[in-house]
């Protein structure tokens, strides 16, 4: 049975595509949600790009001699209209009349009462809308499409039951057969003996061989920085294995991850000189004022936002050094072999072989991350760090951030590969804050 689905603004400045994946069924734009989306029309931000996308896909689906008020076909089997409302519906309620929100949702009022041959349902991506679209006994649902669905991230390293032999073998010749295994690609393994529970293996999982096969993480750590748990040693090999490509570290603040990728990157750019440049870039999202309020130049505007990484950076050469001997990571800041800079300078850029660090890729949109990871020359390796739990941006989630969705579309390729890390490792005190606030 066909439906009728009307669009908040909202869903159509995160997917402008969103007209097209709605199957055969009956697409609706309020003609307010136009209205909204034209005053983010000039902005230079992902949602002022998705503004002027959207326009132009409407303005290429007017008919040459018909309106988009009136039902026209999509390339999809469906039909989309813009619908015009004479009046603005009673709700019955003390609800503000001037908000553009209501009267979205004043028109998919509008259409469920004219309509009642087809369900209508009410799709956005505002919590709060959703709520009161309840209230008034309008159905409304999330917008789903780029949403990671029912997938466990915490899964990042697998226990397997072995056998005693097995083990043993494993540990002699550094590779353990597991044919008809369901693992996905580069996932962490810990290889347990049926007999002896204490008696473990750390191993990744070679999709291509069907094998779990050894870490190969230094004894003495990266950079002087070695791995605290499971999770940061399974990390670190994929990090320092230049066939996977695409590595996500998922987790929560203290747990390590932008201090292992820029240690693996370190050790690959300028010890082991696989890649020209550690390119390090980061989201501006503010959680007050915005970067022209800070005073300086762009550099010194910029300094806030990237002091993290630099804190880092600080803490691998002091961790690794003798007291006095000099070491710093700014010589390699000032000939270009590291680089650190806002994501705002990458979009149209080419980055042929080079290790690219995407830090709190959380707040970027499915379409940001693709926008990146597209970028990447023959012979790039991109990491992508974040807590999909801790996001700035208002308008993706936990499940519809790039970095969430990248891991789970990925998961099955050879390439690719994602890590959670799980355990604090920041400090006792960070740990405790991060599990009890």
């Known amino acids: 049975m066909k439906k009728n689905y009307v669009l908040d603004a909202n869903v159509l400045l995160h997917d402008p595509n969103a007209v097209f994946k709605f199957e055969d069924n009956n697409v609706i734009i309020p003609i307010y949600a136009i209205e909204e989306i034209d005053k983010f029309k000039r902005e230079s931000t992902e949602r002022g790009r998705n503004a002027r996308t959207i326009a132009r896909i409407l303005d290429e689906l007017r008919p040459p001699k018909g309106t988009l008020s009136q039902p026209v076909p999509t390339k999809n089997g469906g039909t989309l209209c813009i619908a015009l409302s004479k009046k603005r519906h009673e709700l019955g309620v003390g609800l503000e009349s001037g908000s553009l929100d209501h009267a979205i949702l004043q028109t998919a009022i509008a259409i469920r009462d004219t309509d009642g041959a087809c369900p209508t349902v009410f799709v956005t991506m505002d919590t709060n809308l959703r709520i009161r679209a309840d209230a008034l006994g309008v159905t409304s649902q999330n917008y789903e499409n780029p949403r990671v669905q029912d997938f466990d991230f915490e899964e990042s390293v697998v226990e397997l039951q072995v056998k005693p032999a097995q083990i043993d073998k494993f540990f002699e010749d550094g590779k353990l057969d597991l044919p008809d295994s369901a693992i996905y690609p580069n996932a962490g393994l810990l290889l347990r003996s049926e007999r002896a529970q204490n008696h473990t293996a750390l191993a990744r999982f070679d999709g291509r061989q069907s094998q779990a096969v050894a870490l190969h993480v230094p004894r003495e750590g990266v950079m002087g920085i070695r791995p605290r748990n499971k999770e940061q040693s399974v990390a670190l090999d994929m990090l320092l294995d230049d066939s996977v490509r695409l590595?996500?570290?998922?987790?929560?603040?203290?747990?390590?991850?932008?201090?292992?990728?820029?240690?693996?990157?370190?050790?690959?750019?300028?010890?082991?000189?696989?890649?020209?440049?550690?390119?390090?870039?980061?989201?501006?999202?503010?959680?007050?004022?915005?970067?022209?309020?800070?005073?300086?130049?762009?550099?010194?505007?910029?300094?806030?936002?990237?002091?993290?990484?630099?804190?880092?950076?600080?803490?691998?050469?002091?961790?690794?050094?003798?007291?006095?001997?000099?070491?710093?990571?700014?010589?390699?800041?000032?000939?270009?072999?590291?680089?650190?800079?806002?994501?705002?300078?990458?979009?149209?850029?080419?980055?042929?072989?080079?290790?690219?660090?995407?830090?709190?890729?959380?707040?970027?949109?499915?379409?940001?991350?693709?926008?990146?990871?597209?970028?990447?020359?023959?012979?790039?390796?991109?990491?992508?760090?974040?807590?999909?739990?801790?996001?700035?941006?208002?308008y993706v989630d936990h499940a519809s951030n790039g970095l969430s969705v990248v891991a789970e579309r990925f998961m099955s390729e050879s390439i690719a590969g994602h890590v959670a890390l799980v355990k604090g490792e920041r400090s006792e005190l960070a740990e405790l804050a991060a599990n009890l606030l």
């Open 247 to 394: 590595v996500a570290l998922l987790g929560k603040a203290g747990t390590g991850k932008t201090l292992v990728a820029l240690a693996a990157g370190l050790q690959c750019t300028t010890t082991n000189h696989n890649y020209s440049r550690l390119l390090v870039s980061r989201p501006i999202m503010p959680l007050g004022r915005d970067l022209g309020f800070l005073p300086g130049d762009v550099e010194q505007k910029l300094n806030p936002w990237m002091q993290p990484i630099f804190d880092n950076l600080e803490f691998i050469f002091s961790s690794g050094s003798k007291k006095g001997d000099g070491r710093s990571y700014l010589p390699l800041i000032e000939s270009g072999i590291i680089q650190v800079e806002p994501l705002t300078y990458i979009r149209g850029r080419s980055l042929p072989s080079q290790y690219l660090i995407v830090d709190e890729a959380q707040n970027l949109t499915p379409h940001e991350v693709k926008t990146i990871i597209t970028r990447s020359g023959e012979g790039t390796k991109v990491v992508l760090t974040g807590d999909p739990h801790q996001i700035d941006n208002p």
